[in-house]
């Protein structure tokens, strides 16, 4: 081989290895991205609750018994679903049964006494009609006829006294019937048992624990928690209570449109309204001044929630259409001036933007860019920064909320 093949062989090689060099270098100084393509679109403004909510009922009544008795029958189980008016626990009616028969045979006697004086008054009634024209006339003696009105007098009194009696004994009856209905404990709605505790054969546990109680703070002043008998809730209508910053309390208005989303339920969006903004600022110690505010769930929702489910939840207080719109987490502030990074030529560009309103996935850009433009969404990709080539790893899309 002569020099001057050698020397072109060894040139050939440094270009390549020049050219390798350069791909190389090429290679690792591009940076792959994801990208938001500029659109326009609907926007919402909202707030976000401080922290989660959860599923309520709207109605919830916790039942106890009227009576210290023991249980008959247990009609029903935890989780059961009642109907108003069904017996869930049958308390010992024995003696209640025993006063009611009194009452009626207190009843039968009323009656048969009124029936008896209202004849006699009858007669007398009759005798003193027949004795007055002749008294009246002088054909009758003074003392005749006064005797004849005494007794329409006595007879009327001893009337009046068994009409009293016959109330009297109705209204025993009626206590009776009510101290007996009170041995039934009955659903007062229909809803779900979301607790029962009571067993046939023992006195509630209510009760144990009420004279335990008792005797605890007659003893050494301390109470003891009881828990309830039976809790019923009506989980056909739902409610979410979830705390919302004190600030917003004077924009938060009854009616506005809330979007919720549950860990129980992570893939879909839940539709409601606002019920109820609670007057008073609270305050605990884990958390900041909030306000409590009810919110209802809309009948589109085709999905129920579990009651106790945790709840985030959106209040939308504006919505615009026809809004230019990117993400949220693309838009970047520094020193009080956002920007956003977006591709031009195969390289970043930076540019500064001015927003509108925001939500929780999307924000409104007024100026600094154009529908259609790209808009780098993964910022947290090492070495970005305006100059730096990219490549777009992602299919381009806009970005929406989970339906």
């Not at 018994?65 to 679903?81: Q, S, Y």
């Not at 979007?259 to 019920?275: L, N």
């Not at 007024?366 to 790209?374: I, M, Q």
Request: aromatic fraction near 6%; charge should be negative; charged fraction near 30%.
């Amino acid at each position: 081989m002569t020099t001057r093949t050698k020397r072109l062989l060894y040139i050939g090689i440094t270009v390549v290895i020049i050219a390798l060099l350069a791909f190389l270098y090429y290679r690792r100084n591009i940076i792959e991205v994801h990208v938001f393509v500029v659109k326009k679109g609907s926007i919402e403004r909202t707030i976000t609750g401080v922290s989660s909510g959860s599923v309520e009922p709207l109605q919830r009544v916790k039942l106890q018994p009227l009576l210290a008795l023991k249980v008959k029958e247990v009609n029903f189980r935890e989780g059961d679903r009642v109907r108003k008016g069904d017996v869930i626990v049958k308390l010992d009616d024995a003696e209640s049964l025993i006063n009611l028969e009194i009452r009626k045979n207190a009843l039968a006697s009323a009656e048969f006494r009124l029936h008896e004086t209202e004849e006699r008054y009858r007669l007398a009634k009759q005798n003193f009609d027949r004795a007055k024209p002749l008294f009246d006339e002088g054909i009758m003696p003074d003392s005749t006829f006064d005797e004849i009105k005494s007794q329409l007098t006595v007879t009327g009194k001893e009337h009046e006294i068994a009409k009293n009696a016959l109330n009297e004994a109705r209204l025993g009856i009626r206590l009776a019937e009510e101290g007996l209905e009170k041995t039934n404990i009955r659903a007062p709605f229909n809803g779900v048992i979301s607790f029962l505790n009571a067993t046939a054969g023992e006195l509630p546990e209510y009760y144990l624990n009420s004279q335990t109680s008792m005797v605890s703070q007659a003893n050494v002043a301390t109470t003891i928690e009881t828990e309830p008998f039976c809790e019923l809730i009506d989980d056909s209508v739902l409610k979410v209570e979830v705390p919302f910053d004190e600030t917003d309390v004077m924009v938060i208005k009854r009616d506005q449109k809330v979007i919720m989303t549950s860990d129980a339920s992570p893939d879909k969006a839940f539709y409601g309204s606002v019920m109820y903004v609670s007057p008073v600022v609270s305050k605990t110690a884990e958390q900041n001044r909030t306000v409590d505010v009810e919110i209802n769930f809309s009948r589109l929702n085709q999905e129920r929630l579990p009651v106790g489910a945790s709840v985030d939840a959106e209040i939308i207080l504006e919505t615009k259409r026809d809004a230019v719109i990117v993400p949220t987490n693309a838009v970047i502030e520094r020193d009080s001036v956002r920007f956003v990074y977006t591709i031009a030529g195969g390289r970043i560009k930076k540019k500064s933007v001015q927003t509108g309103i925001s939500g929780w996935e999307n924000i409104e850009i007024l100026e600094g860019v154009a529908e259609g433009d790209e808009v780098i969404t993964s910022l947290d990709v090492a070495g970005l920064e305006e100059g730096k080539r990219v490549k777009v790893s992602n299919e381009p899309k806009a970005m929406s909320r989970k339906q």
